[in-house]
């Protein structure tokens, strides 16, 4: 999606939307329910706790130097606050990765957990703010129970190209690039996809 249309999406609160797939609009049609990222697909900043980054982890002991238990939850609850100000329900997506993370995973969850944990113990203080792990399938179940409610979401039709993700930073030849390898990359994998379903069904 165009930054610029991303942008104007996020002021509108309309991030998430049922998309007209189709050539021609068609009311009739359920949709395709789509959501766009606030940022990107990667952590939130200062919250990237894979070894290659160099934020700061959850120190959770008190008794040693560098606890930083309040400084970190009070940072997290000011970044979902500015997200969920994008979003028409009060259900949003904090993606936890990017790409060729979780190389140490058990870093990753470790702090991931201890995120969710103090998070979650603010309630006691009045924060509304509930973390979990999730899966696409839960957040989309509960995105569209809360749309069916309130019955507002937006209709989309057309694609989202050209892709821009700033000023002067078109992504079309990401796309159109090659386009003969790129035909034949798709017809092998198509073929690929075939055989590999037939060989199942053939012993």
């Known amino acids: 999606m165009d930054f610029r249309e991303k942008l104007a999406r996020r002021a509108s609160k309309s991030l998430e939307v049922l998309w007209d797939t189709g050539v021609e609009r068609n009311a009739s049609s359920p949709g395709l329910f789509t959501s766009m990222f606030f940022d990107s697909y990667c952590y939130p900043a200062t919250f990237c706790f894979d070894d290659k980054c160099l934020d700061s982890p959850i120190r959770d002991n008190p008794e040693m130097a560098g606890y930083n238990v309040d400084e970190r939850v009070d940072q997290f609850l000011q970044y979902v606050e500015r997200v ?19 190389e140490n995973a058990n870093i990753n969850f470790k702090n991931t957990d201890k995120l969710i944990k103090y998070v979650n113990l603010r309630q006691l203080k009045g924060s509304k703010v509930n973390l979990l792990y999730s899966t696409p399938q839960c957040y989309t179940k509960a995105v569209n129970q809360a749309f069916e409610e309130k019955r507002t979401i937006e209709r989309r039709g057309g694609d989202f190209f050209p892709y821009a993700s700033g000023p002067n930073s078109y992504w079309t030849g990401f796309y159109t690039s ?16 075939m055989c590999e379903q037939v060989s199942i069904l053939v012993p």
């Open 84 to 102: 969920r100000g994008a979003f028409a329900t009060n259900h949003i997506m904090v993606l936890m990765g990017c790409d060729f993370s979780y």
């Open 178 to 193: 090659r386009p003969a390898l790129k035909g034949f990359v798709r017809k092998a994998s198509t073929l690929l996809t």
